[in-house]
């Protein structure tokens, strides 16, 4: 069974920027899928983004669209997420997540077969 693994969370002040990766523990991993999604204390895990993998056709939750950039890397199954203009309200810790087959949809928990542990990102006012 393949692993997920996040890095890259830590604390930063708002209007910065942070970097995220998801490495596969199997690089021939191939995804149909891969996403970002966050939690905060208190609240469900919601949905951030996602990358089709062969295509790298990407989707954006509304909440992130022009400040969040995600892109995958096939050789290495890595995926990235480029957080830009942060607020505090993105704080949360974030999760990789990956489609082990086609699904038709990619913005619930439950549309994903594989999780990573999760990275704290933190954004001071």
């Known amino acids: 069974q393949v692993q997920l693994a996040e890095s890259g969370g830590r604390l930063v002040q708002a209007g910065g920027s942070l970097r995220l990766s998801c490495a596969a523990s199997?690089?021939?991993?191939?995804?149909?899928?891969m996403g970002w999604f966050r939690q905060a204390p208190g609240k469900e895990r919601d949905f951030v983004a996602a990358?089709?993998?062969?295509?790298?056709?990407?989707y954006y939750a509304d909440s992130v669209k022009g400040r969040f950039t995600i892109t995958r890397d096939n050789a290495k199954s890595t995926v990235t997420l480029q957080m830009n203009s942060l607020k505090p309200e993105d704080t949360a810790i974030y999760y990789c997540?990956?489609?082990?087959?086609?699904?038709?949809?990619?913005?619930?928990?439950?549309?994903?077969?594989?999780w990573g542990q999760g990275t704290q990102v933190t954004v001071s006012s």
């Open positions: 997540a990956a489609q082990g087959n086609y699904r038709a949809n990619y913005h619930l928990p439950s549309d994903y077969d594989y």
């Open positions: 199997d690089r021939t991993f191939s995804a149909y899928r």
């Open positions: 990358i089709h993998w062969s295509t790298g056709y990407s």
